[in-house]
């Protein structure tokens, strides 16, 4: 493939990028937009997924489907873990605490993009093109030797540069323990096991019985009542003075007043009201 | 270019050169069979429970109850839809549909049959695949996870916010031990497309011992246990499924992530979480099952292999694999937190590294000294299992010698069967026991009175109904002549 023959963009790139550029790009204005912070995560989220099926449909399927498991899958679902536990509704303030900051933001990001752009531009403007086929060429065409292309290029030329970013990381990882990390005598602490085999050496392993609940009162200050009619002393709740529940006026249901006739004053017992009149008492 | 290349095996060439019309028969056709499972995993999943649980389970709408799922869903559908106050709205809306495109598109890649002739087009019955077929379905379950932790975060809610911290950690705890127990399969089939590996485990390796010539068994569940073992209980940690359902403990988080979500919404969350399970099941069923290849007796006859049979006996293997779960779910009560957490770092996540790396030597052995892999399975694997299965039963054996005393002691008539080394501390204020009296919890977790008798059942206490048509007592009922109600509505 000669280098000037080699930039051919099929139809369906064509149409993948011009529908995911814009929304990647959406997705990076509303990241740095939105006050709400889960709100930025997830914009930011849009935007690596875009990234990553452009890796696919630019024949880099491992990369992109790497793309998509670490960046969105693990990073910045531990984002959202932090961001979860900062609070839902703390939003970014508007008020400026330094003056002309974002003015001077702006201007610096500008600029930095404006080298970082203008480096790599210079950098790669008379590399040689090879072309995909010469890169990752393998037995099932370009795409399949996708996998195999880059699995040797990290073990055998940037291998040390491999080894030492997984050394970086793991040893950020147990700094990060080790800083977070109380330190306290052990036994000093009983853990959830400990508390959960102490609890059951108790008479009540199980918690303690909860209020009543009755026609008048569902106060926590209502005691519950045992089966006796007895007032459970457990359920009170400690700091409360205990509130006696009037009971509720004597019913005027059936079970009180006897059958709907009876309480009409009619002589002649109906069916229903024998018991087992109707149906051998299997009145369901 | 392989040497069980055979005209119903694809190969990676074949896919992405199909007809618009029969790419669009096999979208609906992944779409219907997701749903028809789902239905069809929920009817079986209570009706097995209930049976586990000497029930009879759902039994009123359709032959044996058989449609229950489906008047379940379509009450779902309309019920009314409730959008908390407190909720995020356009990420509450979002989540359940995040949670459920995913669970979808991960399915695309499972191969469901070899090439087959649609309306006189050939090709396999597979949506598509890629030399990363594996790492589509990593990806989409990592997607998925987004679905859970969003909808407990917008629910405004705490349970909810709960559940969905839960499931964040938990999740990516799993991943990391399923991902890293594939890898093995990936080192054994040399490719990461599943209708590759599919065909890697097509014939079994020549294994001849002591002149014997047989051959060995192809599937990686056999020919890597550990991988297989790891990847079964990390998927019911991926999927959230008891015992490890800790983002929707429903007696400690009232229903997790998804307590303030309701209709269809609910609905979605519920599908996605049973299309997890059926993916997971169709995904153990192509990595370590043997994928649609028949099972060895089914295998002998030469048709079995080819045509629409493969679909009969892929899903035989899917059911299967989703009745373990239900049979997990109906056996196992839910772990504690750290517990897991512990069991999915310190356990999983070990074991599948040194498993790795065994793997990994066993492959550069058989190479280097030019031995086929059923010769080093057999000389290096068999031994090597025999030793750390003896080390394990040896191990728990030591672990759980109280234990074992314990139940000794009970089992001889002992009533306080007591810790011989409690480990515990003294009970916090444990000043409420009357002195004297022996409590039945001492020492241990409390033990039901041994010496109870069952009552006889209430039914059997009824008496004959007097049919004399004697007008009994005056309609109030203050003299029990007759039977009572036994309340068993």
């Known amino acids: 493939m000669t280098p000037d023959a080699a930039v051919v963009i099929g139809t369906g790139e064509a149409v993948v990028f011009w529908i995911l550029g814009p929304l990647a790009l959406a997705g990076a204005l509303g990241m740095v937009l939105s006050r709400n912070a889960v709100h930025s995560a997830l914009w930011l989220v849009l935007t690596m997924l875009s990234l990553g099926v452009f890796y696919v449909v630019q024949s880099a399927p491992f990369l992109g489907a790497v793309q998509i498991i670490v960046y969105t899958g693990a990073i910045m679902i531990l984002f959202l873990f932090v961001l979860m536990l900062v609070g839902r509704d703390s939003s970014d303030s508007v008020v400026e605490t330094l003056r002309g900051q974002r003015v001077a933001a702006t201007l610096l990001g500008i600029g930095f993009a404006a080298l970082v752009g203008a480096g790599i531009a210079r950098a790669t403007q008379d590399l040689p093109v090879v072309g995909l086929a010469g890169v990752q060429a393998g037995p099932g065409g370009p795409d399949a030797g996708n996998v195999e292309a880059i699995a040797a290029l990290l073990y055998t030329r940037y291998l040390l540069a491999f080894e030492v970013t997984g050394a970086l990381l793991i040893v950020a990882a147990v700094g990060a323990l080790v800083f977070t990390q109380v330190e306290r005598a052990p036994g000093s602490r009983s853990g959830q096991k400990e508390l959960s085999r102490a609890r059951f050496l108790t008479d009540r392993p199980q918690t303690l019985p909860g209020p009543g609940v009755y026609a008048r009162a569902t106060s926590v200050a209502a005691p519950g009542m045992l089966p006796d009619g007895g007032i459970a002393e457990d359920s009170l709740a400690t700091g409360i003075e205990p509130q006696r529940v009037e009971p509720a006026p004597r019913g005027a249901g059936r079970h009180q007043l006897g059958s709907p006739d009876a309480a009409l004053g009619a002589l002649d017992p109906t069916v229903s009201d024998t018991p087992g009149g109707r149906e051998g008492g299997e009145h369901r | 270019m392989t040497p069980w290349a055979s005209p119903e095996q694809p190969t990676l060439a074949d896919f992405g050169q199909d007809v618009w019309w029969i790419v669009l028969i096999k979208v609906v056709g992944v779409f219907a069979v997701l749903v028809l499972m789902t239905l069809f995993a929920i009817v079986l999943e209570r009706k097995v429970v209930a049976r586990m649980q000497q029930r009879i389970g759902p039994n009123r709408v359709g032959p044996r109850?058989?449609?229950?799922?489906?008047?379940?869903?379509?009450?779902?559908?309309?019920?009314?839809?409730?959008?908390?106050?407190?909720?995020?709205?356009?990420?509450?809306?979002?989540?359940?549909?995040?949670?459920?495109?995913?669970?979808?598109?991960?399915?695309?890649?499972?191969?469901?049959?070899?090439?087959?002739?649609?309306?006189?087009?050939?090709?396999?019955?597979?949506?598509?695949?890629?030399?990363?077929?594996?790492?589509?379905?990593?990806?989409?379950?990592?997607?998925?996870?987004?679905?859970?932790?969003?909808?407990?975060?917008?629910?405004?809610?705490?349970?909810?916010?709960?559940?969905?911290?839960?499931?964040?950690?938990?999740?990516?705890?799993?991943?990391?031990?399923?991902g890293l127990s594939i890898v093995a399969v990936f080192l054994y089939a040399g490719s990461m497309s599943t209708s590759e590996i599919v065909a890697a485990q097509a014939d079994g390796n020549e294994v001849s011992l002591f002149g014997l010539e047989f051959t060995g068994p192809s599937w990686f569940a056999v020919l890597l246990p550990v991988s297989f073992v790891i990847y079964a209980i990390a998927v019911v940690g991926e999927t959230n499924r008891a015992p490890f359902d800790l983002p929707e403990a429903e007696s400690e988080l009232v229903g997790g992530f998804h307590t303030e979500y309701s209709s269809l919404k609910f609905a979605l969350f519920f599908l996605a979480e049973y299309i997890n399970m059926v993916t997971v099941s169709a995904l153990a069923a192509t990595l370590f099952l043997g994928g649609w290849r028949a099972p060895w007796p089914i295998s002998i006859w030469d048709g079995a292999n080819s045509g629409w049979w493969p679909l009969l006996w892929f899903f035989l293997k899917v059911v299967a694999a989703l009745f373990v779960f239900i049979w997990l779910r109906g056996t196992l009560p839910r772990l504690r937190y750290d517990q897991f957490m512990r069991f999915g770092w310190k356990v999983l996540v070990p074991v599948a590294l040194v498993w790795i790396l065994v793997v990994a030597t066993m492959r550069t052995l058989s190479r280097e000294a030019d031995l086929s892999t059923g010769q080093v399975a057999l000389f290096v694997g068999v031994p090597v299992a025999v030793l750390v299965l003896l080390g394990l039963a040896v191990g728990a054996r030591s672990a759980n010698r109280d234990t074992r005393l314990m139940a000794e002691d009970a089992a001889a008539g002992g009533v306080h069967a007591a810790d011989p080394e409690p480990d515990v501390l003294p009970p916090a204020g444990g000043g409420r026991r009357p002195a004297g009296t022996p409590s039945r919890s001492e020492g241990g977790f409390p033990v039901p009175p041994m010496d109870l008798v069952v009552p006889p059942s209430p039914r059997l206490r009824r008496e004959p109904v007097a049919t004399d048509g004697a007008v009994v007592g005056t309609g109030r009922r203050t003299t029990p002549t007759t039977s009572q109600e036994d309340g068993d509505e």
Request: overall charge negative; aromatic content about 8%.
């Open chain 2, 65 to 178: 109850g058989s449609l229950q799922s489906l008047a379940d869903g379509l009450k779902l559908a309309f019920k009314e839809d409730i959008m908390p106050a407190l909720a995020d709205k356009p990420v509450y809306f979002l989540a359940p549909v995040i949670a459920t495109i995913p669970a979808f598109v991960a399915f695309s890649v499972i191969p469901l049959g070899p090439v087959v002739s649609i309306f006189g087009e050939q090709t396999p019955l597979q949506l598509t695949d890629a030399p990363i077929g594996v790492l589509v379905i990593l990806a989409m379950s990592a997607m998925g996870i987004y679905g859970i932790v969003l909808g407990g975060w917008a629910s405004g809610s705490t349970y909810p916010l709960l559940g969905s911290m839960r499931s964040a950690a938990q999740m990516i705890s799993y991943e990391i031990a399923m």
